[in-house]
């Protein structure tokens, strides 16, 4: 990045000048320049310095290691060459959209990379769990040409109006009546399209978010988030091939020729033999760390990291807990954790990038100390949303710190800067509810009930007026962890039920799926009868009145006995267990 923050700026001017000063020394990450421009040159040079090593390998069922289904740099070469050449026959031409309709494995890997070696962009969707709807959507707002398949799934796809459906093993076969594979006259440039993730909207129709291999080469390319990726060390290859931070696992590990360990059923037996993990904390927090004995660094994203996992796992690998929405290139912010850590933060911005803490209403710099919304900036912003200028021109607007050029994303996440220059989350500002006219940040109840020793993982959402805490492990007893949150919180930010479960369902993303788990409490809920309803309410209001947390917890006691029943216990983690 060779904009820096200018400490004169106008945008500033609001600021005390000590608190200037560190605006200007926290919000800035440390300026260095990737190891490569591009990805596409990055996995060019894995193929071509480090042919023999292996590239990827799928596991069995009992997770050992597949005897044939595996394929070294040189194979990846000359099949996504194949596959280049083919969909080059087809038409697809440098900055055109690729469909990448299928599930982890080798045919994931050699399309990946032959549609960046040809200059278009991957657009990923699980074939396994996308719904045909979202399918259709996908291929017609990215107007690709191409829909490429794998032989497992093609005949579960939907019908293209427009795109022509091509797996990679018929691809293969077209490619030895076709001409060898050319490169694009032009090299693969920083700001062209790497590829496209498709996120869900407000409006519930997904929207594309388009990623340049300058933004991924940022992350991926530079230290500390390269995560000690050497040719031949061993990455998990966990997550859904939608999820943007598949790519951090993917197209990190061929871009340091590493090796790519693609999971099975079961993501603990990829995690046992890797020594990089990439993942969620909801799906870190399903495996047990003390077997996991070749893990050397270990990164999260995604959602909110408890404490305890981190701790956990950080007593013996390199931990990063990390942070940043799809538009600003899977992360912007890390720290690496330790167990002796006062604070437990997500870190100071990465390197190239910016992090801004600002007024939510007036968009003014917020004091050292103060709450605000965080907006990203530097080489993480990615181009926008495709097709869609009026949404990209109201979240992604110019950088008033850097000037010139520079852009800045509003990443809807809250946030404060310690006194030492770290950033501490505060959950999501569209989180933030009501409850008996008192605002609460749902984000900042669930950590307060991690902070229970007993408590591995807790999500608070509104149910009504009330708050209601779904936590794991289900073992925990919930009176315990009520004195934890009365000790901790105001009474209006306690919830009136905590539910135990052994997991949490989650989304193909590897997140907490709290619409399912909304649902189950919908469909295992009895209705109240009105007048019980009534009487809770009384009851509830009366020690409102009081304005004495003892009275209240009381009250909470009774209507928490009274609603957790074993039926709703057993039918949310029926449906944890389907999900998952």
Wanted: net charge positive.
């Amino acid at each position: 990045m060779s904009l820096s923050i200018c400490s004169q700026s106008p945008a500033l001017a609001s600021l005390p000048p000590a608190h200037r000063k560190l605006f200007c020394q926290f919000s800035q990450g440390v300026a260095t320049t990737p190891s490569h421009p591009t990805i596409t040159a990055a996995i060019d040079y894995s193929i071509s310095h480090h042919p023999n090593l292996i590239a990827a390998h799928t596991l069995l069922a009992d997770g050992s290691l597949h005897p044939t289904d595996h394929i070294s740099y040189a194979t990846l070469g000359r099949r996504s060459e194949n596959v280049a050449a083919a969909l080059q026959a087809h038409g697809v031409t440098p900055g055109e959209s690729v469909c990448l309709f299928l599930s982890r494995g080798i045919d994931m890997i050699v399309s990946i990379v032959a549609i960046l070696r040809i200059g278009a962009n991957y657009v990923p969707q699980d074939a396994r769990i996308a719904p045909h709807d979202q399918l259709t959507r996908v291929a017609s707002a990215t107007k690709a040409r191409i829909v490429l398949t794998s032989d497992a799934h093609i005949q579960n796809l939907p019908t293209f109006t427009q795109a022509q459906v091509l797996t990679v093993r018929s691809a293969e076969q077209q490619a030895r009546h076709l001409p060898p594979f050319k490169n694009p006259k032009l090299p693969v440039q920083p700001s062209a399209t790497c590829y496209i993730i498709f996120t869900s909207g407000t409006t519930g129709l997904p929207k594309g978010v388009q990623v340049t291999h300058g933004n991924v080469a940022n992350v991926l390319l530079t230290d500390p988030m390269s995560l000690n990726m050497r040719p031949g060390v061993r990455v998990s290859q966990i997550l859904s091939i939608a999820f943007d931070m598949c790519a951090w696992e993917v197209l990190g590990s061929l871009s340091h020729a590493s090796t790519l360990i693609i999971r099975h059923r079961n993501i603990s037996h990829a995690v046992q033999q890797a020594q990089v993990v990439i993942s969620t904390p909801s799906v870190l927090g399903t495996i047990d760390s003390s077997r996991m004995h070749h893990v050397k660094t270990v990164a999260v994203a995604g959602e909110p990291c408890p404490r305890a996992l981190a701790d956990e796992w950080s007593q013996f690998c390199t931990f990063y807990n990390s942070c940043g929405p799809t538009e600003v290139t899977i992360i912007n912010t890390a720290k690496k954790c330790s167990v002796s850590d006062a604070r437990f933060t997500i870190g100071k911005p990465t390197p190239n990038n910016t992090v801004y803490v600002l007024d939510p209403r007036t968009r003014q710099p917020c004091k050292i100390g103060q709450v605000g919304e965080m907006w990203a900036g530097g080489d993480c912003v990615s181009k926008g949303y495709l097709d869609n200028e009026q949404l990209t021109r109201e979240r992604f607007v110019h950088d008033p710190f850097v000037g010139g050029p520079a852009r800045m994303y509003r990443t809807g996440d809250l946030g404060r800067w310690t006194t030492d220059g770290e950033l501490e989350h505060f959950g999501r500002v569209d989180e933030q509810v009501k409850v008996k006219g008192f605002r609460v940040e749902l984000d900042g109840v669930s950590s307060i009930i991690e902070s229970n020793p007993q408590v591995k993982k807790a999500v608070v959402l509104k149910v009504n007026d009330a708050l209601v805490a779904f936590v794991t492990p289900s073992h925990i007893i919930p009176q315990q962890v009520m004195h934890t949150v009365k000790d901790r919180l105001p009474y209006y930010c306690v919830p009136s039920q905590i539910l135990c479960m052994d997991k949490f369902p989650r989304t193909g993303n590897g997140k907490v799926d709290k619409r399912a788990l909304l649902r189950g409490l919908a469909h295992s809920h009895p209705a109240v009868p009105a007048k019980i309803e009534k009487g809770t309410k009384n009851l509830m209001g009366t020690a409102d009145l009081m304005n004495n947390p003892r009275s209240t917890w009381i009250v909470q006691a009774i209507v928490q006995n009274f609603f957790v029943i074993s039926k709703l216990v057993r039918n949310l983690l029926a449906l944890a267990r389907d999900i998952a």
